[in-house]
């Protein structure tokens, strides 16, 4: 079982940027498909970005779309989520996720995809 810690969260400026880490250990991520979701106070969770295994495909949340970039090191087993331009409603708790199959061929982004989780790191855009 893979452990999945963020970090790189913290208080912002509407228009600023964070990045987030998530560092992995336990076991290697680069044959899983990774991705980021995120939960704001009273909502459900929503996908925001997941990258596939080889690196080679991303795939984003419409709200985020041109805003946010996800990327990985495989050999640092580090998963990251640049995020630009920020919005008030991009305020949430922020957590990574790793892919349950791994070599998947298929898109990941819905939470069945994933198995392993993060705590989270909390994300708060001010107006």
Same mark, same amino acid.
């Given at each position: 079982?893979?452990?999945l810690v963020e970090s790189g969260g913290g208080l912002v400026q509407a228009g600023g940027s964070l990045r987030l880490s998530c @560092? @992995? =250990?336990g076991r290697t991520i680069s044959a899983y498909d990774m991705g980021w979701f995120r939960q704001a106070p009273g909502k459900e969770r929503e996908f925001v970005a997941s990258i596939s295994w080889k690196g080679g495909r991303t795939y984003y949340a !419409? =709200?985020?779309?041109?805003? +946010?970039?996800?990327?990985r090191d495989n050999a640092k087993n580090t998963v990251y989520l640049q995020m630009n331009s920020l919005k008030p409603e991009d305020t949430a708790v922020y957590s990574c996720a790793a892919?349950? !199959?791994p070599f998947y061929s298929a898109i990941s982004y819905s939470?069945? !995809? +994933? =198995?392993?989780w993060?705590?989270?790191t909390q994300v708060t855009v001010s107006s």
């Open positions: 079982q893979v452990q @560092a @992995a =250990s !419409d =709200s985020v779309k041109g805003r +946010f970039t996800i990327s892919g349950a !199959d939470e069945r !995809d +994933f =198995s392993s993060g705590q989270g």
